[in-house]
């Protein structure tokens, strides 16, 4: 019995492996060519300024337009509520 498991070991080893390089060599050649064509990435060592907060004449005219919103709203609000009270009868 040890005999048969012996032959069959050595044509196990005999195999000749110029196939497993071939493919190797592809492999290779494959991977070199996709570092060829992806390009590295590239950090900027610093990176562009931005503005961390809204220049302040921008923010007064944002700010103008809310208060005059604001108070069209409440005299909007106070409108109605004259009209229901003289509605109302009061």
């Known amino acids: 019995m040890s005999g048969t498991d012996s032959s069959h070991d050595a044509s196990v080893t005999a195999q ?15 991977v070199q060519e996709a570092h060829a064509v992806m390009a590295d990435p590239v950090v900027p060592v610093t990176a562009a300024p931005v503005p961390s907060a809204p220049q302040p004449e921008h923010v007064a005219v944002k700010e103008v337009f809310q208060m005059v919103g604001a108070m069209v709203f409440v005299f909007c609000f106070a409108a109605l ?3 229901a009270m003289y509605h109302a009868g009061y």
């Open 16 to 30: 000749d492996h110029s196939s497993e390089s071939a493919v190797y060599a592809e492999h290779e050649a494959t």
């Open 81 to 83: 509520g004259f009209n």
